[in-house]
């Protein structure tokens, strides 16, 4: 693979235009991932006023992305080890581009949930190439978390943008919220063409595991399309037992066939690792957490006290600008402090930011029972989110990069749709027939305390790599996958 970094030690290495034009470009996947993301909820009534969509046929348009994205995210992360991480990420690329285009111009519910999934499958391929290709073109040290930390940091800004974005374009057409990606998309790949780093497919591999394939992205699909359905058909409902017991008989083959095969899917090898299975953990309850958090939120702000949503975009934008200002400084909190504090230190901002929304009513003051909470959170943000990524792909081998790299998105969309799903069906139950606002404020307070408790579990998470980082030192010396740079001595 050839390298846009100078001929310099890692320390000194100056970041050419070369070099940050690959960053941008892999950076612009990601926020396009979380734009879409974020931009189609508040363009629902629209949508379905216009093509005539029943509620439950809504919640697939939304579904379907999440369906498609966490469902193929371990094999795309291994399909990019295997096939090249250049050439996967850029034809997926362009089908998200294409499917984009799609979903602006079709007239018919069961089109649009299709153009969703494929963009959700396109996404699936994206992120974890995309952070491979970051993972080993930057050396492991003080220049990979620089890239990380504002890799990481375009998700978040993408995912606030998206939110005001979609206030505005919703407000012309809803078609504009779906079609605004596939430009960018297009620029980012012919920009992509010209300066991503080219590389070879992994030469000494042991065959294509494909029955692995098969069962985890069996496994993944049927998981979360079954914790989607949940709060609908009900929890203890047959089918969902069902297809919980389907999802448990699927991984427990998919664990079976990846001990025996000599080319695995996964490596379950990598998952001894404490500090691998803690940064997989964690960015489940972080992320779980504050899908779950911004769900409750955005109907309290809508249902309770009736603001637009443009309103409701602007209430969560600190939390987002505080993340997107933070982006070129927590590299250098990261190399001085180590992942561990940061990530601990984060929880602890962020169950502090949930609890404190505890206490808010039906006449809030923004500024003293909003801002707060939406200041920590995004402070918890700006720390944890680099910090995982960061976490999990320190001290891999190259040819394994892109798998840790979909385990770990893997991990953040499960996450999000498990505990999203809990949230919600404790909302529900709490909920009384024709209650007051002020009954269904006091409803939403259970589904608070579920997503502080999901936080603090990530918090007491990290804790234990305190506690290990204290018991021996956890200084790596690695190689460098770029040319010429030196081996960096890093603090994990």
Not at 3 to 26: K, M
Not at 32 to 45: C, E, F, I, N, R
Not at 356 to 381: E, K, N, R
Not at 439 to 462: E, K, M, W
Request: net charge positive; glycine share 10%; proline share 5%.
């Amino acid at each position: 693979m050839t390298s846009p970094l100078t001929d310099a030690p890692s320390s000194e290495v100056r970041w050419t235009p070369r070099l940050w034009g690959t960053l941008l470009v892999l950076c612009a996947a990601m926020f396009l991932d979380a734009l879409d993301v974020s931009m189609v909820g508040v363009a629902l009534p629209s949508i379905g006023a216009d093509l005539g969509l029943s509620t439950s046929t809504l919640q697939w348009i939304v579904s379907g992305y999440i369906l498609g994205y966490g469902g193929l995210l371990l094999l795309g992360g291994r399909t990019a080890d295997l096939l090249g991480r250049r050439q996967v990420f850029l034809v997926a690329l362009g089908v998200f581009a294409l499917a984009s285009l799609l979903g602006g111009l079709v007239d018919s519910g069961p089109l649009l949930i299709a153009s969703r999934f494929i963009k959700g499958l396109s996404a699936a391929f994206t992120a974890p190439a995309g952070l491979s290709i970051i993972t080993t073109t930057f050396p492991e040290g003080p220049l990979r978390n620089r890239a990380l930390s504002i890799y990481t940091t375009c998700a978040a800004t993408g995912f606030s943008m998206g939110l005001v974005l979609s206030g505005l374009l919703t407000e012309a057409s809803w078609r504009l919220t779906m079609l605004l990606p596939a430009p960018i998309a297009l620029i980012a790949l012919l920009a992509g063409l010209k300066l991503l780093p080219h590389s070879t497919r992994e030469r000494e591999h042991r065959g294509y595991d494909i029955p692995g394939a098969v069962l985890g992205t069996a496994a993944m699909l049927l998981l979360v399309f079954t914790v989607v359905q949940a709060p609908e058909a009900g929890w203890a409902a047959t089918r969902t037992l069902l297809s919980f017991l389907a999802v448990a008989v699927l991984l427990t083959a998919f664990v079976l066939v990846e001990r025996r095969s000599p080319g695995p899917l996964v490596r379950l090898g990598v998952l001894r690792s404490g500090t691998q299975v803690r940064a997989q953990l964690g960015a489940m309850a972080f992320f779980g957490s504050y899908v779950g958090f911004q769900f409750l939120v955005t109907l309290y702000m809508q249902s309770l006290l009736g603001w637009s949503a443009l309103h409701t975009a602007l209430a969560f934008l600190p939390a987002g600008a505080l993340v997107a200002l933070s982006a070129t400084k927590v590299g250098a909190i990261v190399d001085r402090f180590g992942t561990p504090r940061l990530i601990a230190a984060g929880f602890a901002l962020m169950v502090a930011g949930y609890a404190l929304f505890l206490g808010v009513d039906l006449d809030p003051v923004y500024a003293v029972a909003i801002l707060p909470s939406m200041l920590l959170i995004g402070a918890a943000c700006a720390l944890v989110f680099p910090s995982l990524n960061i976490q999990a792909t320190n001290g891999v081998e190259d040819h394994e990069q892109g798998m840790v790299s979909g385990l770990l998105n893997t991990s953040v969309q499960v996450g999000g749709a498990i505990f999203l799903a809990v949230v919600t069906a404790v909302v529900t139950a709490n909920t009384p027939a024709g209650a007051s606002p002020q009954a269904v404020l006091d409803s939403y307070r259970p589904g608070l305390v579920v997503v502080t408790g999901i936080a603090v579990a990530g918090l007491l998470i990290s804790l234990t790599g305190l506690r290990t980082r204290r018991g021996r030192p956890s200084v790596v010396v690695v190689e460098s996958t770029a040319p010429q740079a030196e081996r960096v001595p890093v603090r994990d």
